[in-house]
């Protein structure tokens, strides 16, 4: 895989200094996405916490920024172990509520996150494969983002909020764009299947068929 991309040469401090900052990042945002989610706390908060999007984000950036396929792994693993851990534990023992089908479901995306940040890393890299995995989490946000239409329907409380989301979904789109892909060739071939990919997506309702009943819009 070196003709994708090399590995970045990096001593077992760096390495380990930057699964410790990765960790002390989803404790932070696990936190956040917890405390947000509380009467009188602006809706878009817990909107953007309680979807996939952020995360997606988030975890592609790690992983396309590690010093090689496996450390973005390991920071993947640590990441998502570390945000579900406090966001549940917290839940539990200051909330008093145990969703344990929703435990389940998110402890098993956390066990094949590692894989999935494995083959991000090399998106930052050249040729065909790199173009396909840079698209994928642009595909994710983009199919989420269009269907952010349906967030407070039937009711509409909070309705106006829909643009400011989508809003924010561009923004992540346009960042993934500008510091993925390492040419401007490639930034219009990734957004070019993207967009091909996010519309089957949606057609075929692919998040509503995995993660129906366990993200905000869903």
């Not at 539990?92 to 389940?104: G, N, Q, S, T």
């Not at 590692?114 to 890393?121: D, N, Q, S």
Request: aromatic share 14%; with cysteine; glycine share 8%.
């Amino acid at each position: 895989m070196n003709p994708i991309r090399a590995v970045k040469p990096a001593t077992t401090r760096q390495k380990v200094v930057s699964i410790l900052y990765t960790i002390l990042l989803a404790v932070i945002m696990g936190l956040a996405a917890k405390l947000v989610d509380a009467p009188g706390i602006n809706p878009i908060f817990d909107d953007i916490g309680g979807r996939l999007g952020i995360w997606v984000f988030v975890a592609t950036l790690l992983s396309v920024f590690s010093y090689s396929p496996r450390v973005a792994a390991l920071k993947a693993f640590a990441f998502f172990g570390s945000m579900l851990t406090v966001y549940y534990v917290y839940t539990v023992w200051i909330l008093h509520f145990f969703p344990a089908r929703e435990m389940l479901f998110w402890g098993i995306c956390m066990l094949i996150t590692p894989l999935c940040a494995y083959l991000m890393w090399y998106g930052r890299g050249h040729g065909l494969f790199s173009t396909i995995i840079a698209s994928l989490p642009i595909t994710v946000i983009l199919s989420e983002g269009y269907q952010l239409r349906y967030a407070y329907l039937p009711i509409h409380t909070h309705y106006y909020l829909i643009p400011f989301l989508m809003g924010i979904y561009l923004i992540m789109v346009a960042v993934l764009l500008l510091l993925v892909p390492k040419s401007r060739k490639n930034r219009v071939l990734i957004l070019t299947l993207a967009i091909i990919l996010s519309c089957i997506v949606i057609y075929l309702n692919v998040l509503g068929r995995i993660f129906g009943g366990m993200n905000g819009y869903l």
